[in-house]
């Protein structure tokens, strides 16, 4: 073997694309993120409650959905693999993993994930928080790998630039506006819940500071109140009559002042209603029926079934596609099987439900035999499946019949169906 033959068989296969090496000015380098995610965190989680519970009810629902472990058709109920899965790692389960997991995905537009190995193999699994992540660009078009900075404290992994293999995972939204990170839901969302925010802010002030009277003083007589009359009254009101401890509390008035009731005035009203639109868009953003969150205004569903249905199929099952395609692309062949991770949809009540009206409907159906009656449900043939059975009643009266209309209920009886229904074999039609 000559020289350059071995230096042909360990080259390296170069696979990248043309336009991704203008992505970056100076690879190596962590890439910023575009946006504070601190403050989309604060002001979408922690301080406005429509997001809070829209993304809580989106990572619960992942997570509640039970993994199934099959080599091609046949599952797989005992493997390392599925005991990872059940405990990624000392502090959480799968259900507390995953719930992070969306959590950080939908609030940043991105998730990360380490496997931690020994003896080659992953043997805990960990989310790591988007803010401290930074993605690390190539001239590939892919990340050359991922730095953790934590307090100062780095922590970089790389990627194989062949494969891409790495020991961090990115999950992330689409962004058509950056190469490296996903776009979050809040960001869409952030006028609205700025608006929900400020109309919370507003709502709030009517109760403890009185920014809205409920009433006014007006006095009788024409003298107008000096100021150290105005300055006494003022305390006063503020002090025995302001805050939702002194509701209620009556008015003592002197002085020739009397009281004028007020009610709302069109801004405090348009306000509620700005209120619950604003809650509107936020649910709209993250992909929440507003009827699942108690929202008032116009729901486009009739009922709460429906509303919960479509959750399901328009904005959890794509995220379960987006987590299990990830697993089974970055963590599956670690173990060395042909295998793949499946979301249980038996298990989830909505899917449930609407499957149940799909074999209702197949039941009723007089036009599919059994076996086809059961493809539908998913289960296997059973052999005879293939006869179909149709009532004697309903065939044409100018049928040519090869016997007597009695001699086929004869024989119908002897097969054991009852005398309103005649065995047809379809394979024979």
């Not at 068989?9 to 970056?24: C, D, E, G, I």
């Not at 699994?125 to 790998?145: C, E, F, H, Q």
């Not at 904005?315 to 249980?344: H, I, M």
Request: glycine share 6%.
């Amino acid at each position: 073997m000559g020289i350059f033959d071995a230096f042909r068989r360990q080259a390296p296969q170069v696979k990248a694309s043309a336009a991704a090496q203008t992505l970056v000015l100076t690879p190596g380098q962590p890439a910023w993120t575009p946006r504070n995610y601190t403050a989309l965190a604060r002001e979408a989680y922690q301080l406005n409650v429509i997001a809070y519970q829209a993304v809580n009810k989106i990572a619960e629902a992942v997570a509640s959905v039970p993994v199934n472990l099959f080599r091609g058709d046949v599952e797989v109920t005992e493997s390392p693999l599925l005991d990872l899965i059940e405990n990624p790692n000392p502090l959480q389960g799968r259900a507390e993993y995953l719930t992070a997991l969306m959590g950080f995905y939908m609030l940043s537009g991105n998730a990360y994930q380490e496997k931690v190995r020994t003896t080659g193999e992953p043997r805990e699994l960990y989310v790591l928080r988007s803010d401290r992540m930074k993605v690390i660009p190539s001239n590939t078009g892919a990340p050359a790998g991922f730095e953790y900075d934590m307090n100062g404290r780095k922590v970089r992994w790389d990627a194989d630039p062949e494969t891409l293999e790495s020991d961090v995972w990115q999950i992330k939204t689409f962004n058509p506006v950056n190469d490296w990170y996903g776009m979050s839901p809040v960001e869409a969302a952030a006028y609205a819940v700025d608006q929900h925010n400020e109309a919370m802010k507003w709502m709030q002030s009517l109760l403890q500071n009185s920014a809205r009277p409920s009433g006014a003083l007006v006095s009788q007589n024409d003298s107008p109140l000096s100021d150290d009359q105005y300055n006494r009254l003022k305390s006063s009101l503020e002090e025995m009559y302001q805050g939702g401890d002194n509701a209620g509390r009556p008015m003592l008035l002197e002085g020739g002042l009397d009281w004028k009731e007020m009610g709302l005035s069109p801004v405090d009203m348009g306000i509620i209603e700005q209120k619950n639109s604003s809650a509107r868009d936020i649910c709209l953003a993250f992909g929440v029926p507003p009827q699942l969150l108690g929202i008032p205004g116009d729901n486009t569903y009739s009922n709460y079934a429906e509303a919960r249905l479509a959750f399901w199929e328009d904005t959890v099952l794509p995220l379960l596609g987006c987590v299990y395609g990830a697993w089974n692309q970055w963590l599956v062949p670690d173990f060395g099987e042909k295998l793949e991770l499946r979301p249980d949809l038996d298990q989830v009540p909505a899917i449930v439900e609407k499957r149940m009206a799909l074999w209702a409907m197949a039941d009723a159906s007089q036009d599919l035999t059994l076996n086809e009656r059961r493809e539908i449900k998913g289960f296997e043939p059973v052999p005879g499946g293939d006869t179909l059975l149709v009532q004697a009643n309903l065939l044409p009266l100018d049928m040519s019949l090869p016997m007597e209309e009695s001699d086929i209920k004869a024989l119908a009886r002897a097969a054991g169906y009852p005398d309103n229904v005649t065995p047809l074999d379809r394979k024979a039609q």
